[in-house]
């Protein structure tokens, strides 16, 4: 038996509880708004540091009102961190993979997005949030969200089809 | 042809795999461990979510690079295990001067004397609220003090708020020091609540604010709560019902003397009333701060005035009644008290100062106290808020510091700044603290006189008071210096 992890059920309670619930609500769209922003490597990182961030301080931070919204600047604000001392290449670079559900026209395409664009498609597409529950996400407006997913959609569809 | 959505939830989780539960939550039940916890992965884990990502031609490619390439956080070597490591301090450029002291210089004549005061600025506490960082403290111009709020969505870059509520203009004699200060601040999710002083006249009251943005604040005349000519706030916390906040003020108006600890309780953060405890309210007790660990509130100090004994109790009502605990092991400690507290995951951290040997007697207050320079830090923890275990903190100690001026937690554990007193000076130690690895001392490079330290998500933060000569008066040349706040951030590498 991991001695560590008995004792960190030990202390499990109720607050382990809803965050897990709300992790598991949280994290797809976390990560697919991270991903969008900064790529798959580095918003991965982002995203897995924002989740880590909110286990932390989750008595406090699921206290907030838009949770997962706070969670996508802290990730967001270690993105760009990590982003400006590394000089890495974000945003959709060019990859190859044989992973399942790859496709290299439709990488190609979100690529050429717009970083907004990208990440209210994946979100409101892909992910089917609604536009005011990407606008909380993303800390924009909702209007904001429905010029960026018209535009991004027209863009994508025109690009690979519906 | 799979429908657009799909094809694109799809796409996306081809190219980063779902975070699991596991990462982000500490299998540590104390700290969090040294690097996070997606870079702990597992070998096989690791390479088995390269693989679903990029492919085995990209795993041969991506295993070859070293530790520094994959810098990304990508968990690609098992030497990434390894403790993170923290930089060094760098000073964050205040491009706005928000937290330069003003040139103003006050003096007047006071009987035989005089009484004058230089500019300066100080933080007295950083919480975080709605992704910023908020910073509160004091500017004081002259005599003139102004309650000051900064925001940073960083902890690089500062604005200064401009809020007429934060510091009214004050109708006073400017005959001596005036004005508002904040001395404590704490966050909860809808609002931000500051506690402080507004001095008037030679009297001082408290005084609260509230916000709800960070940007536009409401300021609460807090009369009648204190007594005497010396009012201090020592702590505010936010409980599941309210805010309290902990402070002294003098038991004995008449002349001033014994300082008598106060416990507030608010449900708003606006209007207080002061709590009857006889516990806090006894002679010799210094509550010294609050804090909360779990649904329990804790208040910590010391006991027994300057001879003191470490003290903390705990409350289980949000501050209705009061358990003392036992901390201070009189066999150990001839006097200790505690002055500083943080929560490290499952764990409360005290920290405070002991004495290395019996107290001395004070021929001015005719007393037994401690005398100065003879002073250690001291630590306890506690998982349950309730009873306590001293910490063994002789390898910090050799460098003969004196006492705790900021303690945080982080990503690499407990960070403590201390300063050491000495005839040339005053010397800042920061000290890094995990519970299997001891203490680690940091090179503090150019920072000094630390009054907060704060976590990053990837480091720490800090504010520290920089006093310097400004060649005001050539003829007085020894009090006429400022106090700026400068602001530092140690970046993990």
Redesign the interface.
Known sequence: M?V??E??RQ?AGPA?AS??SW?RST??RL??AL??AFG??????A??????????HRD?VL???NAA??AF??GQ??GR??RA??G?RFGMPP?????????PA??EA?AALSTRQRQV??LC????LTHVEAAALL?ISRSSVQNHAERGLRR??KA??? | MNALDERIRAHIDSLAMPVTLDEVTDPDPLFKLDAPAHRRWPIATIAAGVVAIAGLAAVATIASRDVDESSSGTPVSPTQTEPLRLGTWVRVEDSNAVFVASDEFDRIESGDGYIQSTSSVRVSGVVEFAGEYVAVGAANVGFRAEASVWRSPDGQTWTRVAAQALSPDLVTEPTDHYGLSIDAAVADGNRIVAVGVTTTNGARSLTSWTSADAVNWERHALDGLTSGPFVSVTGVVATADGFLATGFDNADPETGQRNESFLLRSSDGATWDRAENAEFAAPGVFVNGITSFGDRVIAYGATDGHAGNAAAWYSDDNGGTWTRSSVHDTSALPTSSITHSITAAETLVLVGEQATAEPGFDDVTESTATQRGDQDIAMWTSTDGASYQPVDTAPINSAALDRATAVTSGVTGVLIAADRDASAGTTTHIWEWHPSRGFIEQDHGELASVTTLTALPDGYLATASDRHFRDRDPNDTSDTSGEDTLVWVLPTS
Not at chain 1, 95 to 103: L, M, N, Q, R
């Open positions: 991991d560590r992890n004792t960190v202390h382990d965050f897990e992790f994290e797809p990560r697919a991903v969008a798959p490597e580095l918003g991965r990182d995203t897995a540091e924002a989740l880590s961030y909110v286990w932390e406090r206290a907030l009102d919204g706070y600047r802290v604000r270690w961190r990590q001392r590394q890495r990859i190859e993979s044989a992973a399942p559900g790859f496709e439709l990488h979100l498609v994946v597409i892909g992910y089917g800390n994508l569809q690979v089809g519906s």
